[in-house]
């Protein structure tokens, strides 16, 4: 059973950066498919970056893309999250999502492994 566990989430004003992460521990193998969500208060959860296969193929929401840039450690088996020029609007508990399965991965994936979350607050 993998446990996905992110840091790096914290308070900074608007302009500012973050680096999240999210180590993944338990699982022998490294994992296709790991991907960023956010779930604002009020609001539905919302897929933010995704990195899959053997060439790191990477998906990103329009809202973040230019902004936002996903990567990953296999030696340490994480993924990373920088969060470049944020806004009020990126404040959310950002959470990090895995799943093992081969082949193409996308945002309707039902992923396998879930973290439990960190905080990210966008403010002046």
């Known amino acids: 059973q993998a446990h996905l566990a992110e840091s790096g989430g914290g308070s900074v004003q608007p302009g500012g950066s973050l680096r999240l992460s999210c180590e993944v521990s338990?699982?022998?193998?490294?994992?296709?498919?790991l991907a960023w969500f956010r779930q604002a208060p009020g609001e539905e959860r919302e897929g933010v970056a995704l990195?899959?296969?053997?060439?790191?193929?990477?998906y990103y929401a329009e809202s973040v893309r230019g902004r936002f840039y996903i990567s990953r450690d296999n030696a340490k088996n994480a993924v990373h999250l920088q969060m470049n020029s944020l806004k009020p609007e990126d404040t959310a508990m950002y959470f990090c999502?895995?799943?093992?399965?081969?082949?193409?991965?996308?945002?309707?994936?039902?992923?396998?492994?879930w973290g439990r979350g960190t905080q990210v607050v966008v403010s002046s």
């Open positions: 338990g699982y022998r193998d490294n994992m296709n498919c």
């Open positions: 990195i899959y296969g053997i060439w790191d193929s990477v």
């Open positions: 999502a895995a799943d093992p399965g081969e082949g193409y991965c996308d945002m309707g994936r039902t992923f396998s492994y």
